[in-house]
């Protein structure tokens, strides 16, 4: 478990990171969001000790991860996946990862396999794919085979094979009770990997919910509606003055409607004889939620 109590980071005159109290809990994985300088990468780095916070703690099973008596085996993190001398090889690189924390050998083929790394082990890191070195950095935070992993965009750069090889990865490794974070601007792929989500907007916490409660929470459900008598339709449905009630036009003959079940609707439809081509419920989507949870909370944004 990652906890976070009162974490602050000021940075001169700015703060990264404001008052943040947050569990990451084992079983799971967890999604860290939150728009570009949002504080993140910043939380990260106190996680694992690599910056200092101002104020507040942050602790890793209890205690500081500095004061891990075997790091890697505490957490396994990737936070940049450029970071590694590009003369050495992927074995070369992982075997001087393990004699320093008194891992085998064996420890560093296995994760090789396991990251689909084998066939170019001894390849020089310099000549590596985006993708690759994404899985080397992958390898990397798993070689102690940790309790807990740390991941900053771990997809970037993977053809869809690699993106779905590590949303495996990371649902396999939580449902053997490890804690895992997962850091992404991915929306998409966050939906469908994650079971809880914090997001972060300048600085704070805005949110700290499971994905589903996360996704449906305090928002408008819409409907999409086809009818060759859409117009009609419309004018019956805006008449009745249901407080709440928006239409939005879709097309010549469709139009989405905010506050009204499919049920309504069609019975409106069926009482005036009215066509429907589609009265289809529209699910809310992560990147919905998030947009509009967050969309104060850019630092930087076009007008």
Not at 69 to 76: D, M
Not at 209 to 232: M, Y
Not at 284 to 296: F, H, K, M, P, V
């Amino acid at each position: 478990m990652i906890e976070a109590r009162g974490l602050t980071k000021h940075y001169g005159s700015k703060t990264a990171v404001d008052d943040v109290t947050f569990s990451i809990k084992p079983g799971q994985v967890t999604g860290f969001l939150g728009p570009n300088g949002a504080g993140k990468s910043t939380s990260m780095r106190l996680m694992l000790g690599l910056d200092r916070p101002t104020s507040g703690t942050v602790t890793v099973n209890g205690a500081r991860y500095a004061d891990a008596a075997a790091p890697l085996s505490e957490v396994g993190a990737l936070l940049d996946a450029k970071g590694v001398h590009p003369g050495r090889s992927a074995r070369s690189h992982l075997r001087a990862l393990a004699a320093t924390h008194g891992i085998p050998d064996r420890r560093v083929s296995e994760v090789l396999e396991q990251t689909g790394l084998s066939a170019v082990a001894n390849r020089r890191v310099g000549g590596f794919s985006l993708g690759m070195g994404q899985r080397l950095g992958i390898a990397a935070a798993m070689l102690g085979d940790p309790r807990i992993l740390i991941l900053d965009e771990p997809v970037n750069g993977l053809d869809p094979d690699g993106v779905l090889w590590v949303r495996q990865l990371l649902r396999h490794l939580a449902s053997e009770g490890r804690t895992v974070l997962l850091s992404s601007h991915l929306m998409s792929e966050m939906a469908q990997t994650a079971d809880h989500v914090i997001v972060l907007g300048r600085g704070r916490v805005v949110a700290d919910a499971p994905i589903g409660e996360f996704i449906g929470g305090g928002r408008t459900s819409s409907v999409a509606v086809r009818s060759p008598q859409a117009t009609k339709l419309a004018s019956l449905l805006m008449s009745a003055q249901r407080e709440g009630v928006t239409l939005e036009p879709r097309g010549d003959e469709g139009f989405t409607v905010r506050g009204l079940a499919a049920a309504d609707i069609g019975a409106v439809a069926a009482a005036h004889q009215i066509v429907l081509h589609e009265l289809s419920p529209q699910q809310a989507s992560l990147e919905d939620a998030y947009l509009e949870l967050t969309r104060g909370e850019v630092e930087y944004s076009t007008s």
